[in-house]
């Protein structure tokens, strides 16, 4: 007995049991299975629905083509290169271009991945290399095949090249929109409120290292106004006259170290001149006028 045909499955479409999806009319049937009643709502004309099917086909869809394997066959075939192939075999050290952007898949499937993306860069590359080199021969006046021509290339040659300079010495542009940066906080004033840096600067900031307790931009704005003040003070006593005050020390009259006319006294462990070339005498007699060169004997 055919299984399609039997009058004991439920004649299709019809829901299978524990479809929790909205059914109309459903809550108004009884009597009959869940999926006879579904299948008699779905198919009955007297009930308003959109007339398009809520249930998907069985019957899966044909695969798409597979873009990728001929873009890898048409760079074999023009590069010679059977490194990088439609199917990589598991194991392969060589270097995949693009791989580590690929992952969750098998190793041959991954790798088809990755070569066919590398490709799909090459030739985008290569394109706009071609209409890069359509551009110049058009600025320049050749004549290009009319392949070559695009909406990108002809957008591109309204202006014949060289192109000629309205003025000798361009202007400076400055955008009105953007904010400025080009004025240092070192040479801000100190009434200025962007007068400090940004968290995060790891340059050097005047009069910062002894500043603690605060945030950056506040002891950054607190070192660079010291700085200032500082400058201009420098300023000031650079054009003033050089005075200079010397203290004048005044000297005070001492005792002399060495006895004139009479001897040091037993036991003074002080330094004698030219003691130590005397002999013979006593240690009064021979310290005697200690001032005095040393004599020869």
């Known amino acids: 007995m055919n299984v399609k045909t039997s009058s004991l499955m439920t004649p299709d479409p019809y829901h299978i049991p524990?479809?929790?999806?909205?059914?109309?009319?459903?809550k108004y049937q009884i009597g009959e299975t869940f999926g006879r009643?579904?299948?008699?709502?779905?198919?009955?004309?007297?009930?308003a629905s959109s007339g398009r099917p809520v249930l998907s086909p069985l019957n899966p869809n044909p695969p798409a083509p597979d873009?990728?394997?001929q873009l890898i066959s048409r760079r074999a075939l023009k590069l010679g290169d059977q490194k990088l192939f439609e199917k990589m075999v598991p194991g392969y050290t060589g270097f995949i271009p693009k791989s580590?952007?690929?992952?969750?898949?098998?190793?041959?499937?991954?790798?088809?991945?990755?070569?066919?993306?590398?490709?799909?860069?090459?030739?985008?590359?290569?394109?706009?290399?071609?209409?890069?080199?359509?551009?110049?021969a058009l600025q320049s006046g050749q004549v290009v095949p009319s392949e070559q021509l695009n909406e990108r290339t002809i957008k591109l040659t309204q202006h014949e090249t060289p192109l000629k300079k309205t003025r000798e010495h361009p202007a400076v542009y400055y955008s009105r929109k953007s904010p400025q940066h080009s004025l240092s906080p070192l040479t801000m004033g100190n009434e200025n409120s962007k007068k400090y840096f940004m968290s995060g600067y790891t340059g050097f900031v005047p009069r910062a290292r002894g500043l603690i307790g605060s945030g950056y931009p506040k002891i950054s704005n607190k070192g660079l106004c010291d700085f200032t003040d500082e400058c201009e003070r420098l300023k000031e006593v650079k054009s003033k006259p050089v005075k200079v005050h010397r203290q004048i020390v005044r000297?005070?009259?001492?005792?002399?170290?060495?006895?004139?006319?009479?001897?040091?006294?037993?036991h003074y462990t002080g330094h004698v001149p030219g003691e130590k070339f005397r002999y013979g005498r006593t240690f009064g007699f021979s310290t005697k006028n200690a001032r005095q060169p040393i004599e020869t004997f």
């Open 37 to 47: 009643t579904t299948s008699q709502l779905l198919t009955d004309s007297r009930i």
């Open 18 to 26: 524990g479809y929790i999806g909205y059914c109309p009319q459903f």
């Open 100 to 136: 580590e952007h690929h992952f969750g898949k098998r190793y041959a499937e991954t790798s088809l991945s990755a070569v066919a993306n590398f490709e799909t860069d090459q030739e985008f590359n290569r394109r706009r290399l071609q209409d890069l080199q359509t551009v110049q």
């Open 67 to 69: 873009q990728r394997r």
């Open 251 to 266: 000297k005070f009259e001492s005792k002399p170290l060495y006895l004139k006319d009479n001897g040091m006294v037993p």
